[in-house]
């Protein structure tokens, strides 16, 4: 009876851990420009590929899986300074190269960091056309269910040097942007599209990962270099403290009720997670090399996570970051989890596909 009682509790329990989960490839989209990041708008009717040596967003329909369109900046493009991260010298290259995006909360807005371009451009899934007053970046729009080009003009706001990851607050009021190389966070006012200010976030630091609080009025910011995240009090606008968690964060979430942050530690291939609360880090698990993007399913149980150089996708269970499951994908580097959880979709920065998979549960 002993014996049963025991194999009915570990039952139970891998199956409370989301045991069997996995997944499943619906589509991959081949052809892509360098890849860095992808993104599920939060109304799960348009994706987007931030294509950053093509030099153009790719939409994709997450429900036909088609491609919708292409917004392609490499006509219009403009000599700039860019940066050759292995040999850490400065290069000449192209200011329109987009790297990350953040999604307005009710899906309708796309705003789109530029790598060398110092701004942001905002697209619009509407097309309408920028206000008057505003500064404009010129693309050509690749319509490939109607099979026809047209020109348009985006709003673009100014930032600081190297902008990356862009984070829209859960109330729609802001636009975060770490700026990798400026050491701070532009905050824009996402009505009038005005930059607010540029929040300092530390000295000597790099900052890149975004996380913001449901109330929108905390933000967690991960500095790669100089080994902290600092909170930001978006009310006063201003750098609150800096938490000493991990020395090389990339990228970090928030669990859904706001008790834990979940950190990539890049050169350490680990996850970190961290209560908030209790001011200590709670759980700590080794990936595979090069912990870049992670992303958390809506229910707050799973941690998809892109182990960059060791050529994996792993899923972790949330609460003890048990590793649930682990499949072989190339350089991945973008990850996004739909707003229904079913569909998980990865960038590979290094074999230029991006591919979206259905997230099985065998519960």
């Known amino acids: ?3 049963l009682f025991t194999v009915l509790m570990f039952c139970a329990a891998l199956l ?16 892509m420009g360098a890849p860095k990041s992808v993104e599920v708008s939060p109304d799960g009717t348009w994706v987007t590929v931030m294509n950053l040596e093509g030099m153009d967003v790719t939409i994709i329909d997450p429900k036909t899986l088609k491609v919708i369109k292409k917004v392609n900046f490499a006509p219009y493009k403009t000599a ?5 991260y292995a040999t850490k010298q400065k290069i000449a290259s192209f200011a329109e190269k987009p790297v990350e995006c953040g999604f307005s909360p009710d899906g309708q807005y796309a705003w789109v960091s530029f ?4 701004c942001v451009v905002r ?3 509407n097309e309408m056309d920028p206000p008057a007053d505003m500064l404009v970046q010129k693309c050509k729009i690749e319509d490939k269910i109607n099979n026809k080009t047209y020109i348009k003009t985006l709003p673009k706001v100014k930032v600081l040097s190297t902008p990356k990851v862009v984070q829209v ?4 009021k802001l636009v975060l942007v770490a700026n990798w190389f400026g050491e701070s966070v532009s905050v824009i006012d996402a009505v009038t599209m005005k930059k607010l200010k540029d929040i300092k976030t530390g000295s000597g630091v790099i900052p890149r990962g975004i996380a913001i609080t449901s109330d929108s009025k905390t933000a967690y910011v991960a500095n790669m270099a100089g080994g902290t995240i600092a ?41 970190i997670k961290y209560d908030i609360a209790a001011g200590k880090i709670a759980k700590t698990m080794y990936v595979g090399a090069q912990a870049r993007t992670v992303a958390i399913t809506p229910d707050g149980q799973y941690l998809i996570v892109a182990a960059h150089g060791s ?20 350089k991945p580097m973008g990850i996004s989890v739909s707003p229904d959880g079913k569909q998980v979709w990865v960038s590979s920065y290094g074999g230029g596909y991006v591919t979206a998979f259905e997230l099985v549960l065998d519960k």
Do not use: C, Q, W
């Open 231 to 271: 909170v930001l009090d978006l009310v006063t606008l201003t750098k609150v403290k800096s938490l000493s968690i991990s020395p090389n964060p990339r990228h970090i979430v928030l669990s859904p009720d706001d008790k834990f942050l979940y950190i990539t530690d890049n050169s350490g291939g680990k996850v």
């Open 16 to 31: 409370s851990s989301g045991y069997g989960v996995s997944l499943k490839k619906l589509a991959t989209f081949n052809g």
């Open 169 to 172: 607050s859960p109330d729609g």
């Open 115 to 118: 790598h060398n371009g110092a």
């Open 1 to 3: 009876m002993k014996t």
């Open 311 to 330: 050529d994996e996708i792993a899923i972790l269970n949330s609460g003890d970051l048990k590793i649930l499951y682990k499949t072989k994908f190339t």
């Open 123 to 125: 697209i619009d899934k």
């Open 80 to 84: 700039a300074t860019g940066h050759n």
